[in-house]
């Protein structure tokens, strides 16, 4: 069973930066889109971002457009979640997630299944 420990996260003033990272274990990371999932206090977990197994291909959501980048470095089992300009508004808990070894790329959420501690991110004003 894969194991994903995040790291990275923190406290930060609105228009700064930080940069989460997630260590996945196993052999099986370089054959898994990985992604990267919040959830503020009071709502649904969202996807914010995902990145296939080769790395070329991704996906962002509206509200991370231009901001976030994912990154993965296949021979450090590490994904990479780089955020600009943070907001207020993206203060929640970061996760990321695994999905099944075969799966290239997805923006669907169900399809992560596997899931770190998450890290907490506040931005304040």
């Known amino acids: 069973q894969v194991q994903l420990v995040e790291s990275g996260g923190g406290s930060v003033q609105a228009g700064g930066s930080l940069r989460l990272s997630c260590a996945v274990s196993?052999?099986?990371?370089?054959?898994?889109?990985m992604g990267w999932f919040r959830q503020a206090p009071g709502k649904e977990r969202e996807l914010v971002a995902s990145?296939?197994?080769?790395?070329?291909?991704?996906y962002y959501a509206d509200s991370v457009k231009g901001r976030f980048t994912t990154s993965r470095d296949n021979a450090k089992n590490t994904v990479y979640l780089q955020m600009n300009n943070l907001k207020p508004e993206d203060t929640a808990v970061y996760y990321c997630?695994?999905?099944?070894?075969?799966?290239?790329?997805?923006?669907?959420?169900?399809?992560?299944?596997?899931w770190g501690q998450g890290t907490q991110v506040t931005v304040f004003s």
């Open positions: 997630a695994a999905a099944p070894p075969g799966t290239y790329s997805s923006q669907n959420a169900a399809d992560f299944r596997s």
């Open positions: 990145i296939s197994w080769s790395g070329g291909n991704f």
């Open positions: 196993g052999r099986t990371f370089d054959s898994r889109a």
